[in-house]
Every structure is written in C-alpha cells, then in structure tokens.
C-alpha cells in the first residue's frame, strides 16, 4: 500500500511530464491487476468464459480511474472486453477518484481533516490546493466535500435553515453519505445537541402525510447510521447521544409505534417509516452500554402489539413483523428488563412467542417464499430464550406455600409437549439451532422440563447428543449449547443423589455410560474435536478458508464446555481419562494465542469477547486437570514436562496491561492453575519439583506484579483469592527449598538483581499488610501477606535490611502492644482468660512468627527486638501464652531464634520484670503465681514435662516440640552469667539428678538435652564449681560416658568430662575417681576419630599442669595403648588425632 501511495503521489506531482506519467500509470496498472488476481474476486463462470478485461477488473476492485492501452498479446490471459459502460467514467467513480486523491495528497484522512479545519473553517477562507494540482471549479467544489468536519456543520446549518420536505431530505442524505463516505470516527463530528434540538421539531408533528412519513424514513436512516458508526468506532464519548436519545426520542418514538390498525390498513408509506424505525431501534437496543432505562413498557407493549396480528404466516407481514421482533430480542438482552412486567405478562409473552414459532414453521412449509420464515424465527426463539431466563430469575407469587420460579410453575401448568422445540433441533439455519439447544438446557434444569423432554413423545437421546459433539461438520455454536444440555443432565444426577440412588430418576447413570460408551465418545473427542481446536475462530475466518479445512473448528467456548461436562462424569464417577487426553488438554494452556497478531486486526468488543472465552477455556481444563491428577496421582510424573510446566507457569504469569480486568473468568484462571501448580508441589517429586521451582523463579517478576494492583482493587473478592493462592504457590515453592543449590536461585532473584527485587517486593507486601492490619485475623488475603513476608524475610538479605531501614519492626512491636492492650480488656470484661480460638491470638502469632523470621541470623533486627521493648512484652503476654499452645510455641520459638548467639537478648531473657496489670487479671493458684523472669517460666515448663514423664511417658508431639524449643533458649542463656544464675537458683541440677536416677528407665528424648545444657554450663568456671559441688551429678557423668547405650550421650559426657579436666582446681576430683581415666582411655582407643580426638583431649587436660594427673596416668598404665593409637593415626593420616596423641605421650614421657 505504501507503494501504491508513493506513486500514485508522484504521477500527481509529475502530470505535466506525459513520458513519466505513462510509465507510472503502466506500472500501477500491472501491480494493481497481479493483486485482483489473488483476490479472486472473479466467479468461476467469468473467469473459465474469459469476458473480463483488466480495465475492468481494475474497476471492480480498485475503482482505479487512470487508462493506459495494454497489450493484451503478451499476457498470459486473452482478454476480451465487456459491452457496457465504461465504469470508469461513471461519476461515482470520479468522485471517489477525487476523494481518495485529496487524501493520499495529505497522507490520511485524519490529517486531511485537521489540515482542512485549522486551515479553512477558523479562518473561513475557500481552500488552497497544492499549487502542482490544476482543479477546476466543479474539481474544488468535489475536494470541498470531503472535508467532512467543516462539511457537516455547513450541513448541519443548512438543516436547520431548511422549510420544506425536500430540503430536509436532500440535507439529511448529505449528512448521511457524509458518513459513509469517510471512516466510522466521523459521528463524534456531529453536534448531537444541535442535531437533536432540529430532530425535536419534526417529532413534536404527528406524520399526517406520506411526505411526513418519507421525512422522517430519512431521519431513521440518519439515526441507523450514526448507531452504526458508534459500534465501530474506537472512541469512548459516545454517551452524548445515548443522554440525548433517552432525553429527546424515546417519547416521540412510543406514539409513532402506537397503532390499532391492521397491517392491511396501513399505507405503504408508513409501513416503510415502521421498518426503517425499527431497524434503527434494533441497532441502538444492540449496544452493550444501553441499559434497560432506555425502553418503557409502553414502548415495548406497542412493538409487541404488531407481533400479535402474526395470527397467520401472512409473507407481506412479515417484514415488519420480523423487524418488530428483533427490537424486542435486543431489548430483552438487557439486564433486569423483566422488572417493569408482572408475571402474568411474562407467561402470556411466552405463550404468544411459541405460537409465533409454531406458525411460521407450519407456514414456511407451503408458501415460495417460505425461506423468509428462518428471520422470524430466529429473531422469535431468541427472544423467547431471554424471557425463559427472564421466568427462571423471578419468583412466581401465586403460590405461597412453596417458593417456586416462573419458570417452574408454567411448566408445571401450561406444557405437554416441547414439539416446536423439536422442530428448532432439525432446522438448517446454525442461528435456530444454537437457540433451540440453549433453552433444551433450560427446561433440563427443572424437574418437570425433564419430565417432557425426556417423555416419550419427545424423547432427547443422550447418544444423539454426544453424536453432535464428536460430528466434524457441525457448528461449533451448536456443540456448545448441546455441552450445556449436558452438563444440567450430569449437573442434575450429580444434586440429586436420592432419585440416582432410588433409580427413580428420568434419566439414569447407567443409561448416560452406556451411550458414552456406544458412540467410542472419549476415543474419538480426542482425534475429531480437540485436536481441530482454533482460538481465533471468530477473529480470523480467512486463515481458516486459507486452510482449507474440512471440519468444523472448535471453539475454545465449546472446549471449556465440553471439559466441563467431563468434570461433571469424573463427579459422577465415571473415569475414562487417558495419557493422552491429559497431554492434550495441557497442551491447549498456552498464553501463545493471548499474544498473537491477529488480535491486533479486530475490534476492541472483539477482542475481549475473545479473551474472555479463551479464559474461560483455561479455567475449565485447569479445573478438570486438577480433580483428574488428584485422583490419579501416578498420571503427573507421566504428564508433566519441561515444555508444558514452562507453558502453564508462564499462562499464569500472563498480565496484559489494562486488559486483564476485564474479562471476568481471568482471575478464576490464575486461581485454578495456581492450585494445579500447587497440588505438583505438594507431590514432592524432586524431578517435577525442581522444574517447577526454577520456572517459578523464571516468571517470579510477572507473578509479584500483581502485588503492583490498587488497593482497592485487591479486596474484590475474585481478586483477592486470585492473589492469595499465587502468593501460597509461591510461598510454598520458597518453604520447599531446603537445599542450599535451590536456596540460592531464590536468593538470587531477591538480592543480586538490578531491580532490587526483595526491596521492592517487600515494600509491596507491607503495603497490602497495613492496609489490612485492622482486618480480622482470619481474613485470607492478610494471612497468605503475612506468610509471603516470612518467607521472604527467610531467604532476602536486602528484605531483612530493608524492614530494619523502614522502621517495620517498630511498626509490628507497636501493633503488639495494642493487640496486649485488647486482649488486657477482654480479660477485664469477661473476667476470664482468652479461649483458644480469639482472633486476636491468632494475630499475636502471625506478628511474632513474622519477627521471629526477620530476626533469624540477623544481629541487627536482634538489637532493634531488645531494645524496643519485646522481651517485657513477651513476659507479660505468658500468661495467654501457658493456655495457647499455638502462641506458646511461636513465643518459644522466638525466643531460640533472639537468644541464639546474642548476649543483650539473653540478659533481656534474665531480666526481672514487675509483673503488669494484665498478668494479674489470670487468676491462677498462688504457687503458679508468675515469676520474676522469662527464664524462670521456661524453666518451669521442662519441671511440668519432668514429672508428667514420670507419671505418663506418652507426651503429645506438640508437648515434645515446646520442651525442645524451651531446652534450645535454657542452652543459649546458659553461656551468659544471669542465665546460669538463674539454672542455678532453680535447682536445675537437681532436675537433672532426678531425672537420670530415676529406676529401670529407659533412654528418655531428653537426656541428651539436659546433657546439651550442662556441656555449656561446664565452659565456665563458675559452672563447673557448681557441677563438682554435687557427687550425683559427676557420678550421672562417669555412668553416661562409660556404660550408657546411646553415643551420642556417651559423647555429651565425655565433653563435660573434658571440660572440666581444663580446671587446675578439678584435676584433683577427676583423677580421685577410679572410673575417670579407664573411661577417658576407652574412648581414646574408638574407632570412631571423633570421639577419639574428644577423649585425647580429655587426658592430655588432665595432665597439663598437673603432676598428680601424670603421676595417675601413668600408673594406669596407658603408654602402649598409646603409642598403638598414634600408629593407627598416622596409617589413617588423622593428623588432628596423630599430633593430639603425640602431644599427650610427650606429657606422659617428660621428666
């Protein structure tokens, strides 16, 4: 096109030079003639009888209007010429040649538009062509007309000034070619509020004449075409003319229509203003912004009215009748426009539809012109379907004891048969058969529309139904509504499980698997209807015919119905699924056809009619994929590959810009794929897994960008569940990783990216976290923030640092007191404590689990936790703590993670604390009054587990796991003075003497954690004064690290032993002990290098320093056994063990 532009410009510019403009000419003409070839444009019969000439064609298709001679004796094709007019010199021609002319001249119309209305109409000046263009007068009054803006004003003006009918015709024709002649955008041009206030005056006479009614025939033509041009137009401001038709026509409009008389009555005249005003209703009731409030009963009554006098298939009827039928069909398209009718004059408006049906079908039967008929009824049994639905959705009033639809109570009373439904199922006409299966899923849903359709006369076969799905050469539209008949059937026996347990049930499970099985349904709907699926089959119909296929492309509306039909016989039990049907429903999630190019080639109404049916599609096969992998978790392994995981995830990652809220099934899509992508994860197959986990990190950018949505926009209810489950996915995919090569992908994508994605991900979750902070805490899309942001704070370094910056952890501490201060006055109301269940626990937990992953290896947050007040806050929250076992153990756990490694937390832990107000409210016996610290309601937990074990060894794995965490903060304060003071003061020692003494007891879960305690204990001096100062205790060591049965305790105990032989003041205790140095040596001699090097350590810490150590060692005779162990190191190559050994027989071999 741009060649045909450039020199069709230079052919202008260059007229005078006649050698240039032949060869030019020549040249367009041979381009122009080579493309009307692949047009195909020609009928077989014009082409085979050669009588085209290229003149000719030129004309037909290009309406080209410059003549070179050819000669015909060196084309291909003979031409002959046509004996008729040159079509050339026709004056539509030329003024079309002028119009595109003047166009090319200034490079488009719009352009030319703007060029034409800053130029000419501000000024008001005459036009000044290119100077290189000669025009004559007649050639500038044609170029003036296509300067539509400053032309339809002029019209618009002269309109106004007209008095009489044919000025007003003439004018009203003008302004019409106006708009036919240049683009569909040139109805936004016209002032409605001028052309209104003109149209007024003509409303306001009662038409009295045939040159009234041929007046206002033009008006509706005018009105038609500007309706028209408001469905193709791209612009949005078109709400002027819908106010001004509401405001200004919609009265007027009603009288025109009001007529008593019979069609027979009428002039012809007035039968055409009837016609051409009811096309213009039919295209205006067509768009999708007009609401119901732009008809009234009386209008709608009128126009029914002249479908009532259709008592006999009287043809010359017809036209207006059907004309009459489309406006109601559109009109009852709109939502809610049954309200302003009661239910009598639904049920009298469906009985006279079915009458109109049944008397054009009989008519059609016998009449020649009997093809007329299928308008008629279309337009009728689309309208009768949207007052069906009308009935379904009303509340019938007539019976008061049970409450039963419209619908049920006309079935139930006025049908016996469904023949003229029959009838529609056999009609030609694709449209009559797409409605007549639409409301067969009606009636199926109601008990008594089964009755009849399922009775013997009007027998439905579920085989012919599944033989229409697997028909090649039905209609797509077809299959879908058979699809939904079958669905309400399986729907039906699926809710009704009492009639399908009784067999009273009209249509049975038995009979529905049969005729599946019968007509091969599940073997041939993989070969003959999913694989011929095209997702642009209503966008691209010339690739299709391009194609040249032979059966009928499937839809992605009548996959997804046909998958859920299948979701409805896997509900009913029936499981036929193959390998291979999995792997082609698979295949069809791709995001490859939301992206293609010839989206691009539609309207905006188009498209999104488009993608929401693609979605709908998607959402369906991930649903019915879903139910079939959980039922048949063996299929997944099989299924799933690398191609299609990557194809899924990145369906799921799919957000186009200001389009995807849209479509109302996009986000039940992300739901559905993030739960089958979920239910993968939860199989914990490493293959399937580590694929899935790197694909999530690939698309992690697109998936977090729905975090970038408005806040407002988040609490919508699909909405928000959509970000909740992609938020769990990932979270989950982040808690599965547990190897530090699966870690590091995560960390990654969080920490060493450009764009800061911890940062900025963390900034966006917090966002939607304190937006929701005042919510309840069981509120779904604040849970699955809150866990996206543990899980984030785990694996980011820049996130951990970024809360810490941003004064989040001030921020959490601060919610924590105010939640204490809600619960404190509970408490004080109700004068008990807080059951399990309050909500406000649970927002405790989701806080501190939050803190307790932020603080996790991180000194810094540690610092910010102690000195902002947490550790007093904890120790006044205990008292909920000891009767939730959900806070205890996050408290606990919180505890472990601050006291790990951080001195200032640990003395926090020590610290006493004045018991508050809250704590007192807890009425709890005086020898449970609260403590002075923390630590010392730790250490009363493991006294609590001490003596239960005692009475009962069975402890609940929710007891085990807080008693652990309680060992883990008793062993981190145990390195720290306050917290030795306080295990000493408590008589720890004591539980621990009691719990290993007691009798015939075998090896216990907590021994080794005592052990762990008394190893740090026994690092400090202080400490190992205190263990030596009981013989009990050191006696427990001896036993342990000589005869227990376990190593690892046996280990634990040669430790403490080590540890405390690195006292010059113990050296003495441990030797005078007969069992010490016959232990420590049958440690040296294991196998086991470890415990080796312990024990080698052990004795050479006895007798460093101290001559009684060496002297006692010696004399046990140890020095052989010695030098075979360094031997045996040395051949090991031990070099830790090897020098240890040698440095211990040194000692031992010194004078």
Not at 630 to 641: G, Y
């Amino acid at each position: 096109n741009e060649l045909l532009k450039l020199l069709f410009k230079i052919t202008v510019c260059c007229h005078s030079d006649l050698e240039i403009v032949s060869n030019l000419t020549y040249t367009l003409v041979l381009l122009l003639f080579d493309r009307s070839l692949h047009i195909t444009s020609l009928s077989d019969q014009e082409f085979q009888q050669q009588t085209f000439s290229i003149d000719f064609l030129l004309a037909k298709n290009f309406q080209f209007p410059m003549r070179v001679p050819i000669q015909t004796s060196t084309s291909s094709i003979v031409t002959t010429a046509l004996n008729r007019p040159d079509p050339l010199r026709e004056p539509i021609v030329q003024q079309k040649f002028r119009f595109v002319w003047n166009t090319l001249w200034h490079g488009n119309v719009q352009q030319l538009d703007q060029d034409m209305d800053t130029k000419s109409f501000d000024n008001d000046k005459q036009v000044e062509f290119q100077s290189s263009m000669i025009l004559n007068e007649n050639d500038r009054k044609c170029f003036s007309l296509t300067y539509t803006r400053r032309t339809i004003r002029l019209e618009l003006n002269l309109l106004n000034e007209s008095n009489n009918h044919e000025s007003v015709i003439e004018t009203l024709n003008a302004i019409r070619c106006l708009l036919l002649l240049v683009t569909h955008d040139n109805v936004h041009l016209i002032d409605f509020n001028q052309l209104g206030a003109i149209l007024d005056k003509y409303f306001k006479v009662v038409p009295s004449s045939c040159q009234d009614e041929k007046l206002l025939q033009s008006v509706f033509e005018l009105l038609e075409q500007i309706s028209y041009g408001l469905h193709l137009s791209i612009k949005n401001d078109d709400h002027q003319f819908f106010n001004w038709f509401k405001h200004i026509l919609l009265n007027p409009f009603i009288s025109l229509v009001a007529s008593n008389k019979d069609f027979v009555e009428l002039r012809q005249t007035k039968r055409d203003l009837l016609k051409k005003l009811f096309r213009f209703l039919s295209s205006f009731y067509s768009h999708s912004n007009v609401s119901s409030e732009f008809f009234t009963d009386k209008l709608f009554a009128n126009i029914l009215n002249y479908v009532r006098q259709s008592s006999s298939h009287t043809f010359s009827k017809l036209t207006l009748i059907t004309g009459a039928m489309d406006v109601l069909h559109h009109i009852t398209t709109k939502s809610q426009w049954f309200v302003i009718f009661d239910n009598e004059y639904l049920q009298q408006m469906t009985d006279l539809l079915i009458a109109v049906i049944e008397t054009f079908h009989e008519g059609r039967k016998e009449a020649s012109s009997g093809f007329m008929a299928y308008a008629l009824i279309r337009s009728s049994s689309q309208t009768l379907l949207n007052v069906i639905l009308a009935m379904k959705s009303t509340i019938s009033t007539s019976n008061r004891r049970q409450e039963m639809s419209l619908l049920q109570e006309w079935l139930e009373a006025t049908r016996t048969s469904f023949d003229w439904l029959r009838n529609l199922w056999s009609y030609k006409d694709t449209e009559i058969r797409v409605t007549s299966y639409a409301l067969t899923a009606v009636f199926i849903m109601d008990d008594s529309g089964r009755d009849i359709l399922f009775s013997t006369q009007n027998r439905l076969e579920e085989a012919q139904l599944l033989t229409i799905l697997v028909d090649e050469d039905e209609c797509s539209l077809v299959k879908e509504q058979v699809c939904n008949v079958l669905i309400n059937l399986t729907y039906t026996l699926i809710d009704d499980e009492a009639k399908l347990a009784t067999g009273n049930s009209i249509v049975t499970l038995p009979e529905l698997i049969s005729a599946i099985n019968d007509c091969d349904f599940m073997q041939r709907i993989g070969s003959s209807v999913f694989s011929n699926l095209y997702p642009f089959v209503a966008l691209d119909l010339d690739a299709l015919r391009m194609n040249q296929t032979t059966s009928s492309p499937v839809s992605p509306l009548f996959l997804g119905n046909l998958c859920s039909f299948l979701f409805n016989l896997n509900m009913l039990g029936v499981h036929n699924d193959t390998l291979e049907l999995i792997t082609l429903l698979l295949s069809f999630l791709d995001v490859r056809p939301l992206e293609s190019e010839v989206n691009r080639n539609v309207t905006t109404h188009e498209y999104h009619v488009f993608l929401d049916n693609m979605f709908y599609m998607y959402t369906i096969i991930a649903q019915y994929l879903r139910l079939t992998l959980e039922s048949n978790l063996n299929m997944i392994n099989e299924a799933f590959t690398n191609e299609n995981l990557i194809q899924i995830i990145s369906l799921l990652a799919y957000f186009p810009e200001n389009n995807y809220d849209r479509s109302k099934n996009f986000w039940q899509t992300k739901i559905n794929l993030a739960h089958l992508i979920i239910h993968i994860l939860l199989q914990q197959c490493p293959v399937l897994y580590q694929l899935t986990n790197n694909t999530l990190v690939h698309f992690a950018s697109e998936l977090f960008s729905i975090l970038t949505l408005p806040l407002q926009t988040m609490i919508n209810g699909s909405i928000s569940v959509a970000i909740s489950i992609l938020l769990q996915l990932l979270s989950l995919s982040i808690a599965q990783c547990t190897l530090d090569q699966e870690k590091e992908t995560w960390k990654k994508f969080f920490d060493h990216s450009t764009d800061k994605n911890g940062i900025k991900i963390f900034n966006q979750l917090v966002l939607i976290y304190e937006n929701r902070l005042n919510t309840e805490s069981n509120d779904t899309l604040k849970l699955t923030v809150s866990n996206m942001i543990k899980s984030l704070l785990n694996i980011s370094v820049t996130a951990k640092q970024e809360a810490i910056d941003s004064g989040f952890i001030e921020s959490q501490i601060d919610h924590l007191k105010r939640i204490q201060t809600k619960l404190t006055l509970f408490s004080l109301q109700s004068d008990k404590c807080v059951s399990k269940d309050d909500v406000l626990i649970d927002e405790c937990v989701q806080v501190l689990s939050i803190l307790n992953n932020l603080s996790f290896d991180c000194s810094s947050a540690k610092d910010i936790l102690s000195s902002s007040g947490l550790i007093p806050f904890l120790h006044q929250l205990w008292c909920w703590a000891i009767v939730d076992i959900q806070l205890l153990n996050v408290l606990l756990l919180l505890l472990t993670t601050l006291t790990a490694k951080h001195r200032k937390s640990c003395v926090s832990v020590c610290s006493t604390v004045l018991p508050s107000a809250s704590a007192l409210v807890v009425q709890i016996p005086d020898q449970q009054r609260p403590l002075s610290n923390l630590l010392s309601y730790i250490l009363r937990l493991i006294t609590k587990a001490s003596l239960s074990a005692t009475a009962n060894n069975n402890i609940t794995s929710s007891k085990n796991q807080i008693i652990e965490m309680a060992f883990d903060v008793i062993q981190n304060c145990s390195l720290e003075i306050e917290g030795r003071s306080i295990v000493y003061k408590l008589n720890f020692f004591q539980m621990l003497i009691d719990h290993f003494e007691r009798v015939s007891r075998d090896i216990n879960r907590f021994d080794r954690r005592f052990l762990d305690v008394i190893i740090n204990v026994s690092f400090f001096t202080d400490g190992q004064t205190n263990l030596l100062k009981s013989a009990e205790i050191f006696a427990i060591i001896i036993r342990l690290a000589q005869t227990s049965s376990s190593a690892i305790l046996q280990r634990q105990a040669l430790l403490i032993l080590r540890n405390l032989a690195f006292s010059s003041t113990n050296k003495a205790r441990i030797v005078a002990e007969p069992k010490s140095i016959p232990t420590i040596m049958s440690h040296v001699l294991s196998k086991t290098s470890d415990t080796a090097y312990i024990g080698l350590t052990a004795l050479w810490a006895l007798i460093v320093d101290a001559q009684k150590g060496k002297v006692a060692v010696r004399s046990s005779n140890v020095l052989p056994a010695l030098f075979d162990v360094k031997t045996q190191q040395r051949n090991k190559e031990n070099l830790l063990c090897y020098h240890a050994v040698s440095n211990v027989i040194q000692l031992l071999t010194e004078d």
